[in-house]
């Protein structure tokens, strides 16, 4: 009979065994690891002290534990060598009504059942690799410290150190909690054992309150939302492929009230990475002293255009390029009585009409706009040349209107800072439309009815009011522009 009741009594107790082991396995698995918990949870915290106690209970860990009175009302920062495996399991018993968040490695998340739990507590993983996402966590912690979630402990040293030295720097340290091995010559050797293992907890004085935030480099990602045909967010977040590594602040350019503010506000060491279309860098470089500008500017394209990115040499997909040599020195172009920079070119004749028209398609439909379908309509229809010439335009760079080569040989960067001045006259509709697949590729500049010229100060004159375009943004009823260096 007396058998029988032991019998039932092991069943019994093994039964509650596996339903806790089951309850463990079961609660971990409902842990979301993509998800950065804001606060702690009492369930799971019952879980991992009870499930460290009975461990500690099975193994035979003895703890002798001094200065617990010491220890602040609130939360603190617990600042700790790093002597054993045992170190961070003790610590969260010991102090178990601390609630200890630690920063810890990211194998520890990986763990079965045990990452899943620690997760759920807040406790944070660093990247000891890349700076930059390091002190995202400190930051982290800092603000758990801040909204008294939990107490943060932390091993400066980054993994286990069995020497003294470090620990000796502790003792006399104002604030940390202090692991000392454990065992004496005149113990058994298991019991010296387990006490190495164990080690001896001294909360020595307090850690003193975090205060403010860690400061990093932020990388601003400013862009146009209606560029594209209205997909530049979506473009704008393929950055995050390029720029893994990056912690990205996006933010909409039409929703700044101070555009010149934001730049002002920049920390030294920020960066902004512009996207968007031409007209895009054309709204940058009139509205922020770019010249003054220390702080480094990328650019992505977002836009349906992007001469500008063409004529860097790059295409679709590329990385972003930091572009704070091409946005200084630029020249200026006045229009009705109003002076403006530009970053491509000047343009006149029938690329300001295809501009005018592409407004006003625009206004009627969300569709992609065909401004090559639009040019040669006005060839052959719509447009009338006026002083007898289709086009010309000045051209800081190369490419403008979509992808033509205006000015093949003109160099942004060139050290004489010349701006060249493009005409094509002298030839009917027929001809004309003939020629013009040839600017695409810059060999316009071969025929006869095309005229290259270079300056600091070019004025063109119309003989009637016709639309202009500066870096793709449409003037309308315009007889006259100069452009200046």
């Given amino acids: 009979m007396v058998w029988l009741i032991l019998l039932w009594v092991l069943l019994g107790c093994l039964a509650v065994v596996l339903a806790y082991i089951l309850l463990l396995i079961i609660s971990a698995a409902l842990v979301d690891m993509k998800r950065e918990y804001e606060q702690e949870s009492r369930f799971y915290r019952f879980l991992l002290n009870s499930a460290t106690f009975w461990a500690t209970k099975l193994i035979r860990i003895k703890l002798h534990v001094s200065g617990m009175e010491k220890l602040p009302k609130g939360r603190f920062l617990m600042v700790s060598n790093h002597r054993s495996k045992f170190d961070p399991i003790l610590s969260w018993l010991v ?9 810890s490695k990211p194998e520890n998340f990986k763990v079965p059942v045990f990452g899943r739990l620690i997760h759920r507590l807040c406790f944070m993983p660093i990247d000891r690799d890349n700076p930059r996402n390091a002190v ?36 006399a340290a104002p604030q940390p909690c202090l692991y000392r091995p454990g065992g004496s010559a005149g113990r058994r050797g298991g019991q010296a054992d387990q006490d190495r293992r164990a080690g001896r907890q001294g909360a020595r004085h307090h850690a003193q309150k975090s205060e403010g935030r860690s400061k990093i480099m932020k990388t601003y990602v400013l862009y146009n939302k209606l560029s594209n045909n209205g997909k530049g967010q979506t473009t704008a977040e393929q950055l995050k492929t390029h720029w893994a590594n990056r912690e990205l602040t996006f933010v909409n350019a039409r929703e700044l009230d101070d555009y010149a503010g934001f730049f002002a506000g920049l920390q030294p060491d920020d960066e902004v990475c512009v996207c968007g279309g031409d007209g895009t860098l054309n709204y940058l470089i009139n509205h922020v002293d770019c010249d003054s500008l220390t702080n480094k500017i990328f650019y992505f394209p977002a836009g349906s255009g992007n001469d500008f ?14 572009i704070n040599r091409y946005i200084k020195n630029l020249p200026t172009v006045t229009v009705k009585g109003k002076t403006s920079k530009f970053i491509n070119g000047v343009g006149y004749g029938i690329d300001g009409y295809c501009c005018e028209e592409g407004d006003r398609l625009r206004e009627k439909s969300d569709k992609p706009i065909n401004y090559t379908s639009i040019a040669i309509k006005g060839l052959l229809f719509r447009y009338k040349p006026t002083n007898a010439a289709w086009l010309a335009p000045t051209m800081k760079g190369r490419f403008y209107g979509g992808g033509m080569m205006a000015t093949p040989q003109q160099d942004r960067l060139a050290a004489d800072r010349k701006v060249t001045c493009m005409v094509m006259n002298g030839a009917g509709k027929l001809r004309t439309l003939m020629d013009f697949p040839t600017i695409f590729k810059g060999e316009h500049v071969k025929k006869s009815s095309v005229h ?24 309308l009823a315009v007889s006259e522009y100069t452009v200046k260096v």
């Fill in 136 to 171: 995202k966590t400190i930051n982290r912690a800092v603000d758990l410290l801040k909204r008294d979630v939990a107490t943060v402990a932390v091993y400066p040293e980054g993994t286990r150190n069995y020497g003294e030295g470090y620990t000796k720097e502790l003792s």
């Fill in 452 to 475: 290259v010229m270079k300056g600091k100060e070019i004025t063109v004159r119309f003989d009637r009011p016709v639309a202009l375009q500066i870096d793709g943004e449409t003037v």
């Fill in 95 to 103: 102090f178990g009504d601390c609630q200890i968040a630690f920063i």
């Fill in 309 to 322: 990115w063409t004529d860097l040499g790059k295409k679709p997909g590329d990385a972003p390029a930091q």
